[in-house]
């Protein structure tokens, strides 16, 4: 979860600095549902969150079903979870929640530290715009 504050919140009332925040965690949550939970399904997500590759058989069997093996699918129902995955933000983080096996899951929840600044920066960027702050 990530957790940070504008050094320059003097002078607003902490309701409103907690509705800000609500709203700016709901845009991360959104955010990472919308473009960042898609990049976990891409033939590059071996790499880019260091899946452990599958045994050759697994491949071959998948292959087979889906002509292109693809990480973290296998009927492309967790997929499609995953990317309608209902988002609940409170002033102190935010939680997606969506249907998958247990391993899968720990799998496309995997955050990098790019996507993390890229998070941080809209979340920064939204209280600012709402607080109007410069």
């Given at each position: ?51 452990k ?61 790019s ?13 600012k ?6």
């Amino acid at each position: 979860m990530m957790r940070f504050l504008p050094t320059d919140w003097k002078g607003k009332a902490k309701r409103e600095c907690n509705r800000v925040k609500k709203i700016s965690f709901e845009a991360v949550g959104h955010e990472w549902v919308s473009k960042d939970a898609r990049l976990h399904f891409n033939r590059g997500a071996y790499v880019r969150y260091g899946y452990k590759k599958r045994s050759r058989a697994w491949d071959a069997r998948k292959a087979k079903k889906q002509g292109v093996p693809i990480p973290c699918v296998w009927t492309g129902r967790t997929k499609s979870n995953a990317l309608a995955g209902r988002v609940r933000a409170t002033s102190k983080g935010v939680r997606i929640t969506f249907q998958a096996p247990g391993t899968v899951t720990r799998d496309v929840t995997v955050v990098v530290p790019s996507e993390v600044k890229h998070l941080e920066k809209l979340a920064t960027r939204v209280m600012k715009q709402r607080l109007k702050l410069p």
